[in-house]
């Protein structure tokens, strides 16, 4: 089971782009990563998800480098909305959210 | 609007009760997770059921018990309630695509619930 690691909070400023990196040193050869936003008191909401190098959708971009031991969540311009708990998870089945990343946007 | 029916969506009750929390998944979707959230914590992983068949399972104490039937809702029991049990829980179901793939979750509204 793969654990994953991120940093517990970032801030930034609305407009800049963030990346948030998760560290899965032991990721399973078939495992997916997938990333999730959470707001308070609602259930988390899919983001996007990738296998290996880069998958790009309307709201974010996933970067995963060749070892797959760790992937980047970008947020292009971010507005004072995208102030949420950000989660990665690796795999399927026994799917642990870990910790979290608290974004704070400022104006 | 996700899919995922939760009922009820608040619930308070007393120490040493039992109640069930309903979750009606997505169309279609044959896997449905269990998590636990309480005040200021991260999302506890319970247990997954995938056609009716327990697939995973997190640290679901003993007093927790949960099902999934054939029409594929579910059912999560909780017994000898405790202040501690007080959380928010929410259920999540998925087609779940296998081989390190779970597909996308949807997770409902949750049910909160308060011990007194």
């Known amino acids: 089971l793969a654990k994953t690691t991120q940093p517990i909070s970032m801030d930034s400023y609305e407009g800049q782009e963030v990346n948030i990196t998760c560290s899965h040193n032991?990721?399973?050869?078939?495992?997916?990563i997938t990333w999730y936003q959470q707001f308070p008191s609602q259930g988390p909401r899919f983001i996007i998800q990738?296998?290996?190098t880069k998958v790009t959708n309307e709201v974010a971009s996933l970067f995963i480098p060749a070892d797959r031991k760790s992937s980047t969540l970008s947020l292009p311009r971010v507005s004072l909305s995208d102030t949420a708990v950000y989660y990665c998870?690796?795999?399927?089945?026994?799917?642990?959210f870990g910790q979290g990343t608290e974004l704070s946007v400022k104006p | 609007d996700s899919g995922v029916t939760q009922t009820p969506k608040h619930l308070i009750t007393a120490t040493g009760q039992r109640v069930t929390l309903r979750c009606s998944p997505r169309?279609?979707?044959?896997?449905v997770y269990w998590y636990q959230q309480s005040l200021d914590q991260g999302l506890q992983f319970l247990i997954q059921?995938?056609?009716?068949?327990?697939?995973a399972k997190g640290n679901i104490l003993e007093r927790f018990s949960a099902q999934q039937f054939p029409d594929l809702h579910s059912e999560l029991n909780l017994s000898s309630l405790e202040l501690g049990d007080s959380a928010l829980y929410f259920c999540?179901?998925?087609?779940?695509?296998?081989?390190?793939?779970?597909?996308?979750?949807?997770f409902g509204e949750g049910s909160r619930l308060t011990v007194l």
């Open positions: 999540a179901s998925s087609l779940t695509l296998g081989q390190g793939n779970p597909g996308e979750l949807f």
């Open positions: 032991n990721i399973a050869t078939n495992d997916y």
């Open positions: 990738g296998y290996k």
């Open positions: 998870l690796v795999g399927e089945g026994k799917l642990i």
């Open positions: 169309s279609g979707d044959l896997s």
């Open positions: 059921y995938y056609n009716g068949e327990e697939r």
